[in-house]
Structure formats: C-alpha cells, structure tokens
C-alpha cells in the first residue's frame, strides 16, 4: 500500500505546527463491484486508477482477492473454495497479497493481469503473507521461519526471499516497501515490546515510538514513515518519522488515530475517532483535516477511513450512506485528475502494459 511522502525539513519540524493552508475539495467515485459479489473492500491504490482488496459472493462465499484495473472490476484467480486477499497493486498492475489454502495455512501470492503467477513459501509447512510491492516489483511481507514458528518480515526480490530479522525480539513484519527497497513495519524487542522499524541496506533500525508500542504502516521514496503509536496513556495516535523524529499527527479531537498511507506530496491519510464513531482523515501541509468536511455533504456520504493516498493527491476510502450501505470509494481534487470509471459498455479486458513475461524478466534481472 502504500503510496510515499516528501522530506520533511528539520526547521519545520522543530518550528512545531505550520500555519494553516487552504483545504482542498474532492469529487467522490463510487469503484464499481464484480456482478454477484458484496462487502467489496478496495484497501490499495496505485496512480492509475487501479485498485485492489477483496470481496465476498451473496452466498456467503470465502472472501475473493478483487482489483478494478483496465476499466472494469476483476476477480483474481486461485483454487475455488479457498480465501484470498490483495492487499496492494503496482503501477504496472502486479497485485499482492495473501491466499489460504485448504491446509489453513496463508501464503504470500503475487498476481499480475488476474492470473496468480507465484506463492512465496518458506516451507511446505509455513505460513506468509505479501502487504505491499514497489515499482520494482520487489515484495514485501511476513513469513514463519519455520513450522508453526513466529514470523519474520521478509523480502522477495524476484530470485530469493530474504529475511529481515527482528529488533531482538521473537518476530517482526514487513508493512510497505519503497522504490528504493527501504521497509518499514514493526519487530518485537527483547523484553516484548514492539517497535516501528526501517529496514535499509541490511540493516534494521528501531525508530522509537510515542511511548508505548508502535508499528510503522507505510515508507515514502525519502524514507519518511507514516504509522501509529500508542501513548503513555494507551491511546493510540498517528505519526509520521522524518529526520530522526517521530512527530504525532493527533486526531480529529477523538482519543485515538492511526495512519494508513503516505505519499510522494507528505500527504498522510487515516482514520481518527471523532466522538464515538470514526472518519477518515488527511494530514497535509501540517494540518490534519477531517476529509467529510472536503466533500459536498448533499451527497449522503459518510467517510469512515481512508486507507491509500497516491501521488495524484487521489484518496482511497469508504464511505457509508445513512441507510448504511457502505462501498469504497476515491476521492479526487475538483481541480486535478479524476479517477477513471468508464460506462459499462466500455469495460475491456485492456491488456495494455507489460506483458507477465517481461515483467519476470526485469525481476530475475533486477
């Protein structure tokens, strides 16, 4: 998931909070579901109108890895019966995520065009599961080290899979990895804590917290992280990592936030409780802004969560009317580029791009 953020300058930073800008105004697209499927949850997007996450058939079927790529909703494929996730796409269309087997256990799957191309296993026995992919096509994730065992944070380059190790502790994950190969998530420490971490040039560096544990969720191509933290007080608050610090984002003047994605402006987005109930958030220019006040209120929508912001300022999120039926929907700036929803009679299978053999290719090369 996870679409990365600007440098923040250390001046700003020790300035405190800037000056309040103008907020931006969004239009709102419904992304169009499968025919026959429902609790459609899109949870990634990348900068080309494609999106990926997972559904469920009105029979009560196991939930089904989706996308919406190449204009229209797409199922990915695997062994019927079985329960996948997608978890994040490429701007090349390589979706990730995680598939169960009949066997119970979970294993990292890779999908290019809808077709699953590779499970990433560390054994017959182990567990693993894929969060998020770079434009290089390098994954990242968690997987048992060995049976039944606790998991580490990994990265698979398209040849090997390689493990991230842990900050002392017994296990660590992988949450987002940048085009740069630097990857953020959180590891246990001796003694049992858990702490966001920045994996960088073979190394793993704890990154602090806001005084309990804390977990970083997404990595900008200048290393700055987004995630969350719990406080002293055991709420827990959104933060993001730039220059050595960790600053807290607050909330929406609820007890508790958490971000979900960052991208290449610094723009964070989330959720925050707001009374008893959540919304999505973005935080921009040092302002945290609750995005139901960013859209026209007429239009019935009530904005729970925003999970993915690209680098065309678009927002990934879900919405629920009154009557409470909810969707996932992307919210574009009035005055920049919409998302693409065509008519249904324009719905192609669009193979445009690269084709699954090049795109392997460039792995093994990589």
Known sequence: MFRPGILLCAAAIA???LAAHAAPTYNVTVIPTAAGTVNTVMGAMNNYSGTAGYSQGSNGSPWTATAYYDGRPQTLHYMKGETAIANDISDG???????????????AAIWYRGELVRLITGGIYSNSEATAVNASGQVVGAMSTTE???????????????????LGGFDSFGADI??????TGRSSLIGGRRHAFVYMNGTMTDIGSLGGDSAGVAINNDGVVA????????????FIYANGQMIDLGTLGGWSSTAADINNAGQVVGSSSVGNTNHAFLYTDGDMFDLNGLIDSSLG??????????????ILATGCMAGGNCASVVLSLVDGEQFYVPEPEAFTAGLAGLALFGWLRRRKQA
Do not use: C, E
């Open 15 to 17: 300035a405190g909070p």
């Open 227 to 238: 995630g969350w933290s719990y406080l002293p007080n055991q709420a827990a608050h959104a």
């Open 178 to 183: 940048n085009d740069n190969g630097a990857v």
């Open 301 to 314: 929508w009530t904005l729970t969560a925003a999970a993915d912001i690209n680098d065309k300022g678009q």
């Open 148 to 166: 039944r065992s606790s998991m580490h944070a990994f990265v698979y380059d398209g040849n090997q899979t390689i493990d991230l190790g842990t």
């Open 93 to 107: 269309g390589v979706i990730v995520g995680t598939l169960t087997q009949y066997s119970g256990y979970n294993n």
